[in-house]
């Protein structure tokens, strides 16, 4: 089964630091756009950043502009996501997923539309709390 591994959550203070890590179990990342997603407790999945492993591509949801940045290292195989000055409010699990499509266009407005990506991983728990 196809599926991505996610690794680097855990507990913080507000303020803090984290980098999470995507890995793809078993295949490359090609030419795919990969998101990362979060889910809060009682919330709907959110879509934190996207980027586009083709061109480079990134995009952020508001609430984390200035605070994280997605990066992919095609060698690795591995997409990140760096998430400095943590708020409570980043409180959830983690999860990357890929796009559907490849285009950067559709990728571009599909960023951030979950039901868009069909392969995903299992999550990694940020906790953001004093």
């Known amino acids: 089964q196809l599926q991505f591994v996610e690794s680097g959550g855990g507990l913080v203070q507000p303020g803090g630091s984290l980098n999470l890590s995507c890995v793809p179990s078993?295949?490359?990342?090609?030419?795919?756009?990969i998101g990362w997603f979060r889910r809060a407790p009682g919330k709907e999945r959110e879509g934190v950043a996207v980027?586009?492993?083709?061109?480079?591509?990134?995009y952020y949801a508001n609430s984390v502009k200035g605070r994280f940045t997605i990066s992919r290292d095609n060698a690795k195989n591995t997409v990140y996501l760096e998430m400095n000055n943590l708020e409570p409010e980043d409180t959830g699990v983690y999860s990357c997923?890929?796009?559907?499509?490849?285009?950067?266009?559709?990728?571009?407005?599909?960023?951030?539309?979950?039901?868009?990506?069909?392969?995903w991983g299992r999550g990694t728990q940020v906790t953001v709390s004093s």
């Open positions: 997923a890929s796009n559907r499509h490849t285009a950067p266009a559709a990728v571009r407005d599909t960023a951030f539309r979950p039901r868009e990506y069909d392969t």
């Open positions: 078993g295949f490359s990342l090609g030419w795919h756009a």
């Open positions: 980027v586009h492993t083709r061109d480079g591509s990134t």
